[in-house]
Structure formats: C-alpha cells, structure tokens
C-alpha cells in the first residue's frame, strides 16, 4: 500500500476527509447525566485499583471501605435523582446511541442492586468475626490471593497481617456491569456487561480465607460453566444479527413483527429467516437462564454457592438475580414479544422443573449453603411465573418479588457468617441443633429469613409470591400457579424443618459458637429483617412503585 493511500486511510478515519463533503466522522452524543450511576460506580473502581497501587498497606482497608460505601451511595442518590426527573416514566427514552435504555425497570433494578450491593459490603468488610492472627485482626478473604494454599508464602503474609483488599474494587466493577446488564437496549452491549460483572465474579469465589482449595474449585467451576453460557449467548447474538442485520433491540423487534422494512443488500439472503431467529432467540435465552440458575442450567449454583466466601455468595445470590431477571425481561418484552408463542410454552416447562426441582433437591441437602441454593433455584422458578405472564403486572410482580427476594439472601447468608468452630463457619446443617438456646436472637433473626423463603404471610417472600402467582393467573398460567403453591409447600418443609431443628433439638456439648459481629454486619441483617417485615405487612407503597416502574421504552 502507498504513503499516499495510508495517508488517505489516515485522515478519512480521523474525519478529515478528502472525499465527497459530508462523509465526515459524526462524533456520539453521550447523555453523561442519564449514566451517571453506572459512571460514579466504575470511576470508584478505578480509584480503588489506584488505591491498592499508592495507599500503604496499612490504610488500604479503611479507604476501600469508605470508597465503596460512598460510591454506592453516590450511585443510588442519581438512581433516585432520575427517577424523581421524571426518566423513569414520561422522560424515559434511549441513551448513548441506542446503547441504554433509561427507563422504569432500568432504574428499579438499578436502585435495586445498588442498595443490595451496599447492604452486601458490609459483610464484606466485618473483621470481628475470627479470632485474630498473630494480634492482626482478620476477614473472610484469603492473605494473599496469589500464593499457593498451605505454601510459605501464604504462612508468611498471614503473619503480616496482610490483607486481600482487592475485593473492594472487584465488587465495585461487578456492580458497573450488573447496572448496565438490564438496561442494555443492544445485544452487544447486554454481551459486554455480562463480561464485565461475570469476570470479577470468578474471581471473588476463588478468595476464601478458610477451606481456600475448595474456594478454588468453586471458581473454576463457575469460569468454566459462565465461559459456556457466554458462548451460547454470543453465537445467539450472531444468529439475531443475521435475522436482523442489526444488533439494537429496536430494530430486531421491528423485524420480528414486520414494520421494519429497508433491508441491508449485503442480508438481503438471510434476513427474515425464521430459523436464525428461533434458534438465536434460544441461545440467547439459555445464556440469561444459566446466570439466573435457571433448571437445566442450575448446575453451578451449589458447588459455587457453597465454595465461595460467604459474603460474596450472599452479594452474588442476591444482585445477580437481579440484574439477570431485568435483562431477561427487556430481551422477552421488548425484542421478542412477537415470538411469545413460541418462548412462552418453553418457558412454562423450564419454570416448571425449576420450582420442582429446586425445592425435591433442597430437602437431601445437609449443608446451609447448599441448602440455600437449591432454595434460590426454586425462587428462580417462581420469578419466571412472573415473567411468563406477559403483562404490565407481569413484569411489575417480578420487580417486587427481586427487592423482596434479594434483602432476604443478603441477610440469611449474613447470619451464616455468624455461627462458627474451630474450622471457622460451621455450615453442616447438623452443627445448627439447638441454636435456639445457645443463641435465640441469632435463631430467630434466621427463622425469619426461613419463614420469608417459605412464603409464609407477613413477610415480604409471601407478598412477593402472590404478587407474581397473581400476575401469572391473571395472564393465563393458571396450570403453573398450582405448580408453584405444590412446590413452595414442599419447599416450606425443609425450611420449617431447619427451624425445628434449632429451637427443638438439644444442642451438643461441642457445637459451635455464634460469633459476636461488628456493627457492619448487624447493619447487614437489620435492614434484612426490616425490609422483610415492610414489605409483608405493607407492601402496597412499593408494589405501587413497581407498578409505575413496569413500563419498558421501546
């Protein structure tokens, strides 16, 4: 090629251009005040990771905590912001060149996962429930994340107090993705977010302090099964980009019902082509369905659950529910409602072995962790009721059923952290007998979180499970309602077996203790409790606002 033609190259990309006038580079309009929440959170993340380079060791907690704290406050003050400007109802539109919509469900679920995010960070940095080594207080996250389990090298920054503090900005990148991931209005951008929350996921499993080999696992488990979901979802995008010729959902939504019309010649062969939008529309929906834990794509979830630090179970359980549920609700709503006939009877059986599946397993499980688990995949279930509805109380239900479901799992996984031996958090469901006298505030305060799973009334699981069973009845799922009330009376057996176990068995001379925490973590399971109780003895208020929130911009 020529100086002369690589000039030309040149000077056309950079948009000074010798050919035609008016083939210049139109520069996008970013609405950087409708970002802002997305924006705060990864701007503190980047500080963070400049923090771990420049803060000395010893200042390095305290500045990430306080960054964090701040940051996510910051971000949840703009959530509200916004929609107090009117963006979640008569100002909502599409942001940042067709990239994000800034709408109800977009800004519910941000204000969502930001609170639960906040909540969930506390236990994050709870120092008091370990006794400390070598006079250095410590956390549930490994020394030094890099040395090899059980090496020298390991031994040796344990003695030094050193601290893995990287978790911080880890969270904070997670929490960026998982803001943008439902309120992506493109499929590639949907395919960055889930990237950029997915990748500090594996990570943080892989950080525990205690059993560190079976943290790894957990990890490696969730990598290699997360990398498979991404494949599928990307092959799915590529399939939708040769139905659509476009990438936004606006378009492919055009498509699909026919009002879109000019046709890129270069597609002009495989446009319209129903079999690339049914099998890319699945692949796609597998994807979403493996991130929320979704029967048959539910595998990772207990090994994972179980391995990872508590903290990070409870943050992971909780917020990426949520950020996965929006994303599947914008993709079924917004870009495939025309295709309803075809994903509604899919999704009717996947909802159906999800509920029953979730709750049969969950009742041979002997580990609390594992327990919950099995017991999330048995909610995900009840959510996809919800979903399946399609219907403004459809999605509306689904918004509050998230906020009720997710201040449970941060509180019940808060209280795990809790009781303690020797080998740190006794999680095995037999060390758990008699709790309710050894601890009873500690006991109840759990029973409580049991009693919401279970759906019990006057606490928010039973609010949100009505809600989302009477969207679902009114919508013409009848069959699956029933389903849903035969599994969570089956699911309410091992929970109210967990509770007869605690206040109704001796307990044994070498049980475990139950660790006095910090105010962080009492903070934690507080607002779990009294999110819990609001939402089940009033609930009008805030079913109201999902209500409002329910509308997507298309």
């Not at 950079?14 to 996008?28: C, H, K, N």
């Not at 949840?76 to 912001?81: D, E, K």
């Not at 919800?386 to 918004?399: D, F, M, N, R, Y």
């Not at 941060?410 to 050894?438: N, Q, Y």
Request: charged share 10%.
């Amino acid at each position: 090629m020529s100086a002369t033609a690589v000039h030309g190259l040149w000077t056309t990309m950079g948009g000074v251009t010798s050919a035609a006038p008016g083939d210049t580079f139109t520069a996008p309009t970013i609405e950087y005040a409708q970002l802002a929440p997305v924006l705060i959170v990864v701007g503190a993340a980047v500080l963070g990771v400049l923090a771990e380079a420049f803060v000395p060791r010893r200042g390095r907690y305290h500045t990430q905590v306080f960054l964090t704290v701040v940051a996510l406050a910051a971000a949840f003050a703009a959530v509200v912001g916004l929609a107090a400007g009117g963006y979640g109802t008569t100002k909502a539109h599409i942001a940042a060149m067709g990239a994000i919509a800034v709408d109800g469900p977009a800004l519910f679920l941000q204000g969502t996962i930001l609170l639960v995010s906040m909540v969930a960070v506390f236990t994050f940095a709870e120092r008091r429930l370990d006794p400390g080594t070598h006079g250095n207080r410590v956390d549930s996250f490994a020394a030094q994340a890099g040395s090899v389990p059980g090496s020298d090298s390991e031994k040796a920054a344990v003695r030094a107090g050193f601290t893995t503090t990287e978790v911080f900005p880890l969270v904070l990148f997670a929490v960026a993705g998982m803001l943008v991931f439902p309120a992506a209005n493109d499929l590639l951008t949907l395919f960055i977010a889930l990237e950029v929350f997915s990748l500090p996921l594996y990570l943080l499993c892989a950080v525990a302090r205690r059993k560190r080999l079976m943290s790894q696992e957990a990890a490696v488990k969730y990598f290699l099964l997360g990398a498979f979901s991404s494949a599928f979802l990307l092959f799915g995008i590529a399939l939708l980009y040769g139905y659509a010729g476009s990438v936004s959902y606006a378009t492919i939504a055009g498509v699909v019902d026919g009002s879109v019309q000019g046709i890129d010649p270069a597609l002009a062969d495989t446009m319209g082509n129903d079999v690339l939008l049914l099998i890319g529309g699945a692949m796609i929906v597998t994807g979403l369905l493996f991130k929320v834990g979704a029967v048959p794509f539910h595998m990772w979830t207990p090994d994972v659950y179980q391995g990872a630090p508590t903290p990070v179970t409870g943050f992971m359980a909780a917020a990426t529910k949520v950020a996965a549920f929006g994303a599947l609700l914008r993709l079924l709503y917004v870009v495939l409602p025309g295709l309803a006939w075809d994903w509604r009877p899919v999704m009717w059986a996947v909802a159906i072995v999800t509920m029953l599946g979730g709750a049969i397993v969950a009742i041979t499980q002997t580990d609390i962790k594992r327990l919950l688990a099995y017991s999330s995949i048995a909610h995900a279930g009840f959510i996809l009721a919800g979903v399946i509805a399609t219907t403004p109380q459809g999605i509306s239900s689904v918004l509050f059923y998230l906020v009720a479901y997710s201040f449970v799992t941060v509180g019940a996984f808060a209280v795990v952290t809790l009781v303690r031996d020797a080998g740190g958090e006794a999680t095995h469901l037999s060390k758990w007998a008699g709790l309710g006298r050894r601890s009873p505030l500690v006991a109840a305060v759990f029973a409580v979180f049991l009693l919401a799973f279970a759906g019990i009334p006057l606490t928010s699981g039973f609010s949100g499970k009505f809600a989302v069973f009477k969207a679902a009845a009114e919508g013409g799922a009848g069959g699956l309602v029933v389903v849903g009330v035969i599994s969570s009376a089956i699911a309410a057996f091992f929970y109210i077996r967990v509770i007869v176990l605690m206040f109704f068995s001796e307990p044994k001379a070498d049980g475990p203790t139950v660790a006095v925490p910090s105010p962080l973590t009492m903070t934690t399971i507080a607002v779990g409790v009294a999110v819990t109780l609001v939402l089940g003895l009033a609930p009008q208020y805030f079913l109201d606002l999902a209500s409002q929130a329910g509308v997507f911009v298309r």
